[in-house]
Antibody
Framework: EVQLVESGGGLVQPGGSLKLSCAAS????????MHWVRQASGKGLEWVGR??????????AYAASVKGRFTISRDDSKNTAYLQMNSLKTEDTAVYYC??????????WGQGTLVTVSS | EIVLTQSPGTLSLSPGERATLSCRAS???????LAWYQQKPGQAPRLLIY???SRATGIPDRFSGSGSGTDFTLTISRLEPEDFAVYYC??????????FGQGTRLEIK
């Protein structure tokens, strides 16, 4: 059974940092592209970024709204993807989902972790 | 940036009726790169359709997708009570890599 479990969310002050983790199981993690998607309360889905597999040079890409502030990484030995978030803004408040991508679509999603940026 | 516009914003129908949801792109999208998701309150989205018309694993055949270019449609042939949810279309492109429509809320009439 495929499972994606996010952790690391919480309350952080504006300008602060937070690192989310996404623990994967039930599939060949090392061969999969992993993405992060967020959703503010009552709003739609917003793509955050992605990291490809080793075979694709661990290439990363980011949405313009987070580029330069967020960094996605992965540890294939731990079957875990990460989202390092720096210089957080109140508008970054959202539920953050990690997803496994096959081709152009997310076929598996985690349950999400809530990040609240507030003073 | 490719913008996806979904219509209607809210669709009110009764169980047993047919639902037609639209997703219009600001530029042509490859059919291979168009997907639909369903999201229920408090849950993560679930993949329904990929490649514009292929059903994901375990998705009932009352769900179907169609379209090409800039106009795509998700059809639910006969609504079941569990189908009332929010639906999102998504495209995969160059920059930004992925964009979502704003969603269509399907509610019970």
């Amino acid at each position: 059974e495929v499972q994606l479990v996010e952790s690391g969310g919480g309350l952080v002050q504006p300008g602060g940092s937070l690192k989310l983790s996404c623990a994967a199981s039930g599939f060949t993690f090392s061969g999969s592209a992993m993405h992060w998607v967020r959703q503010a309360s009552g709003k739609g889905l917003e793509w955050v970024g992605r990291i490809r597999s080793k075979a694709n040079s661990y290439a990363t890409a980011y949405a313009a709204s987070v580029k330069g502030r967020f960094t996605i990484s992965r540890d294939d030995s731990k079957n875990t993807a990460y989202l390092q978030m720096n210089s957080l803004k109140t508008e970054d408040t959202a539920v953050y989902y990690c997803t496994r991508h096959v081709a152009a679509q997310a076929d598996y999603w985690g349950q999400g972790t809530l990040v609240t940026v507030s003073s | 940036e490719i913008v996806l516009t979904q219509s209607p914003g809210t669709l009110s129908l009764s169980p047993g009726e047919r639902a037609t949801l639209s997703c219009r792109a600001s530029q042509s999208v490859s059919s291979s790169y168009l997907a639909w998701y369903q999201q229920k309150p408090g849950q993560a989205p679930r993949l329904l359709i990929y490649g514009a018309s292929s059903r994901a694993t375990g998705i009932p055949d009352r769900f179907s997708g169609s379209g090409s270019g800039t106009d795509f449609t998700l059809t639910i042939s006969r609504l079941e009570p569990e189908d009332f949810a929010v639906y999102y279309c998504q495209q995969y492109g160059s920059s930004p890599r992925i964009t979502f429509g704003q969603g269509t809320r399907l509610e019970i009439k």
